[in-house]
């Protein structure tokens, strides 16, 4: 198919180029229909080129070939324990059948290829079903040049670390450990060599997030699907009651597209309207701390509201320990499992595992919400914000042995996390305490009991690195407790903590084809939601790393099977 920039009327229009929508637009184009994506931003890719690109996806053909024990069983059990009413059982059941036949299908027609991240532990591994195992795959590197000049349109990747170096999502968890393991140097050679052959190749490797991106744009280009960049959703299109096209600000122009099959909203979430977020979710918030991109402010979810679209779940978001710094908050995820480190409040107490998931960590800034017996918080944050500000302390031994965030081990911290506020450093806690604002002798105690319970090895409140999942991002040579450690080595550092998030819980209620649905049940004709824009299949609950992106990516493809099974005349031939 050859597609001219002022061609208006498709079968499939799908706005946002993320994850979900470009599989969404792949898959409808390979059942035959035309297609055309359009997307807010000057880059493609979303908040999955920003991410580490891992999928939470059950007994996919990754994780057959890898040997593991997954099993339908297992995974319907887990599903359900951990998202409990939150999610209707016929999304959750669509979200495990769709996942395994979504990867088939990516992998058949874009050069990505997976890989198993072993001992990447489901977020809940002791739950019925929980595989400690885990259940995530990954995208392998990919050579920038597969894309040819779109390689300038990909989104920045996430801040990383060690940037410029092709990690992983397995690379960086053993590089963390370089200054520890064996194994840690042995990888960090290994990508050296990775990074070091492709330089002399002439390639720029790609990996993470912008591997999955770049792998899933490059299908829609072999496959004649045209991209539309800096083109706005601005509302929707209807005759009676379906969905039949799209109003596009592209270039400062309006522009009215047709699409005769159906349109699907990929086009995230709306972490980043403030006035959504103060009206809706948990105070205090900020859309400063969110972390997905800054298009993401809702324009696809409200266009479908006014086109008589039900929501759910809007109160909460995927919550994560964030670093408040300016134009670029930064999650926190193996700095608080790593020993010699331990989170507290304005009273200097701990409140939470640091080591759990990370929603949870999130949520918990907000107080006791409510929790289910090995499993998440499976209402929305509760209490009155009482553990913040909150502060992540460690000590020198925890700079001189792991990294934090792209900093090297021993690195100092940047300048500009002083001035703005986000870290304080002192030669003992009670100056430490002093300088934050919070009781000298309830952080001494606190630390205190820390020390001793990584003696002992056992953490008496709660029982971080207990589980598989606590222990991924801790330190096999630190003993009896991978997660805990001593902090007494100055100067000591306090950084402070926010609950940010990766994108919002709540969005466009859907059924398991990903249909738009109104209030009273029945979908809307013509329109479908995948991604953050809509309600997620897995309710409140994250059940292991991965699991939105996989959602999304899962729902996208459900999407577009469901606008070509339509019993109407293609206008294309089927591409094969």
Known sequence: M???????SYDVIVAGCGAAGMTAALTARRRGLSVLVIEKAEHFGGAAARSPGSLWLPNNEVLRAAGTADSPEGAQEYLAHVAGHGAPAGLRR???HGGPAMVEFV??????SFTWSPEHSDCYPDAPGGAPWGRSVGPAPLAAGVLGAEAERLAPAGPHSYPGVPLTQDDSRMVNLVTRHPLGFVRRCEVTVRHAAARLRGQRLLTMGQALAAGLREGLTSAGVPVWLNAALVGLRASGDRVTGVEVLRDGETASLTASRGVVLACGGFEHNARMRQALHRQPTNADWAAGPAENTGDGLLAAV??????????????APVIPLAGEPRICRSELA???????????????NEAAPHVDVGRAMYGPGARSRSGPHTGP?????????????????HRDRYPFGALRPRAPFPGAWHTQGVLRRASSLPDLAERIGIPADALCATVDRVNRFAQDGVDADFGRGANAHDRYYGDPRNQPNPCLGRISRPPFYAVRLVPGDFGVTGGLR???????????????????????VATSPTGRAYPGPGAVLGSAMT????????????EERSRDPVVT
């Open 94 to 96: 669509a979200r495990l």
């Open 510 to 532: 859907i059924d398991a084809h990903a249909r738009v649905l109104r209030e009273d049940g029945t979908p809307i004709g013509g329109l479908y939601a995948a991604g953050d």
């Open 107 to 112: 992998r058949r027609h874009t050069p990505l």
């Open 381 to 397: 944050a509760a209490g009155p914000a009482r553990n913040l500000p909150a502060w992540l302390i460690i000590d020198q031994r």
């Open 555 to 566: 729902f996208g493809h459900l999407a577009a099977l469901h606008l070509a099974a339509q």
């Open 2 to 8: 050859t597609a001219t920039a002022d061609r208006l």
């Open 338 to 352: 790593t020993p010699g480190s331990v989170v507290v409040d304005a009273a200097g107490h701990r409140f939470v």
């Open 306 to 319: 006014r086109a008589g679209a039900a929501v759910d779940l809007m109160d909460d978001a995927w919550l």
